[in-house]
């Protein structure tokens, strides 16, 4: 079964400073792979998927994602944060093939001061 | 276009009484039907999944227990709740792992059991 694997819990950041949330994720075989977001209050949001070619991945918002298969990573970025990126992020992943359930990670939670 | 629709949103319910949650989707044919719990710090954990009427799939022994009577309904219930059942509850369809297995997640039900 796979597994995620967050790093942080917790990231404080000002406005205009560069972002990077580490994920990393443990399985053997091909992978599909997701960031979600939630924002206060709000539901889940699809913020990016990966399911092949591109390991570059650009989502929604300015966010994009690298998969390094070598690495089992697929960090989150955005050059410059906003306030409005306050949120709650998770990562996901799902076997590449056959029928596999959604595992997520326990979930950053982003502040971003102004 | 698809929509999901969950409720309640909120629930305070004592302990030992019996619990219904119901989750529908609508505009989708045979969706595969998902209830993840959502506790902080903890992410999302998966309760049960479904890939057909009938058809249920527990991931963790629990006190809780799912039902699909109809194509696009899921019902999460439980006969005696517990106080550790307190947690947000999140129903998600999706429509196969061909089409990336993303999901689609319910605005959620908080559960609080006192």
């Known amino acids: 079964a796979q597994s995620v694997s967050q790093h942080n819990h917790h990231v404080i950041l000002s406005e205009a400073a560069s972002l990077e949330l580490g994920c990393n994720y443990s399985y053997g075989g091909t992978v599909n792979l997701f960031w979600y977001v939630q924002y206060p209050g709000q539901h889940l949001q699809l913020l990016l998927k990966?399911?092949?070619?591109?390991?570059l991945v650009k989502g929604i918002k300015g966010f994009e994602a690298e998969f390094i298969k070598s690495k089992f990573s697929f960090n989150l970025r955005k050059p410059s944060v906003q306030w409005s990126d306050t949120a709650e992020y998770f990562c996901a992943v799902n076997a590449g093939s056959g029928y596999s359930t959604l595992t997520f990670g326990k979930g950053t939670m982003l502040l971003v001061s102004p | 276009s698809q929509t999901i629709h969950q409720w309640p949103a909120t629930l305070v319910q004592p302990v030992g009484s019996p619990l219904s949650l119901e989750c529908t989707v609508e505009?989708?044919?045979?969706?595969?039907l998902y209830w993840y719990r959502q506790a902080a710090g903890r992410g999302l954990q998966l309760l049960f999944y479904?890939?057909?009427?009938?058809?249920i799939s527990s991931e963790v022994p629990q006190n809780l227990s799912a039902s699909r009577p109809q194509d696009r309904q899921f019902i999460l219930s439980s006969k005696k709740l517990l106080l550790s059942d307190s947690g947000f509850y999140l129903c998600a369809w999706s429509v196969g792992v061909r089409e990336g297995g993303g999901y689609t997640f319910g605005s959620g039900t908080r559960l609080t059991v006192v």
């Open positions: 479904s890939v057909g009427i009938g058809q």
């Open positions: 990966y399911f092949s070619g591109d390991p």
């Open positions: 505009g989708t044919s045979n969706p595969n």
